[in-house]
């Protein structure tokens, strides 16, 4: 009797491989660099917000009068003071001419805003002061014999606040390497925070240590373990000069096999180095 032999098929290793994607539209993509600035609501002034729905208006505001306040870290003069009465709370409003911003103490509800064509001196003066009134401040003021108290503060602002005022140096330190002084001003600029803090990074040939989320469809087999540089590309238009900023960011460690399934890359805070390429077009 002759016994058959099987034919045993051997799997060849699949052999883990360095791949270059060009990020596409349809991709979702985003570093740590542009959460930082979404995540705080900075997109591009007038700086305007508020913590509670962009649908309420005030029904009506009751104009207390312009008088001097006292933040506690600074006495101003000739602040306009109104009560801003909305359906189910009230706001205090106290606004000066480049700036106002208004709060509900009991809540913990507040808006702002900071105009446009602001001097970056005056700039550095307001973000200082929106810094340590969301710090803690208490505001005192009186209107003939009546005294007014309020006591508020707000971690998170208090924080964007000071990463706004490290930006208005960024922001000096890109017009000089630059040499745009025409448009010192940041206030004036018609660019998102993102693009230039991009133009500003892209001066340093310098890697940086971030992170990324991604969700991208690969036009080439993608396998666990593979190693990966992902490429962006920006077209910023700063103050009518064009320029080209390419991102090269390469991925500190392999694929997972959570992060990759038919051809399709997943990542969710993925550690990864980054590198940027100016051009002037």
């Known amino acids: 009797m002759i016994e058959k032999k099987e034919e ?17 539209p349809n991709d979702f993509f985003e570093t740590s660099s542009e959460v930082k600035f979404t995540s705080m609501a900075l997109h591009e002034f007038p700086i305007k917000y508020r913590n509670f729905s962009k649908d309420l208006e005030p029904l009506k505001a ?12 600074i006495k101003l003069e ?20 480049d700036f106002r911003i208004a709060i509900d103490e009991k ?7 900071i105009h446009k064509d602001v001097k970056n001196k005056r700039l550095e003066e307001i973000f200082n002061f929106f810094a340590k009134f969301f710090k803690a401040t208490t505001i005192k003021f009186k209107i003939a014999n009546d005294k007014y108290e309020y006591y508020f503060h707000n971690n998170i602002e208090y924080y964007k606040f000071i ?45 940086a240590n971030i992170w990324i989320n991604a969700e991208i469809k690969s036009d080439i087999d993608v396998n666990i373990g593979d190693s990966l540089i992902i490429k962006r590309s920006h077209k910023i238009n700063f103050n009518e000069f064009p320029y080209d900023v390419e991102e090269i960011i390469t991925l500190v460690h392999p694929l997972t096999e959570e992060e990759v399934k038919d051809n399709i890359i997943k990542l969710t805070r993925k550690s990864v180095k980054i590198k940027l390429r100016r051009v002037h077009k």
């Open 8 to 24: 045993v098929l051997e799997s060849k290793p699949i052999e883990n491989k360095q791949l270059e994607i060009e990020i596409k």
């Open 78 to 97: 000739g602040v306009l003071v109104k009560i801003l009465d909305f359906l189910d709370f009230k706001l205090i409003e106290f606004r000066k001419k």
């Open 107 to 113: 809540d913990s509800l507040f808006e702002y805003e």
């Open 163 to 207: 990463t706004l005022g490290q930006f208005l140096n960024q922001y000096t330190n890109l017009i000089s390497d630059l040499k745009l002084y025409k448009y010192k001003n940041l206030t004036s600029a018609r660019n998102t925070f993102f693009e230039l803090d991009l133009l500003d990074k892209s001066n340093s040939e310098e890697e």
């Open 62 to 73: 009751n104009l207390l009068g312009m008088i001097d306040v006292d933040f506690g870290f």
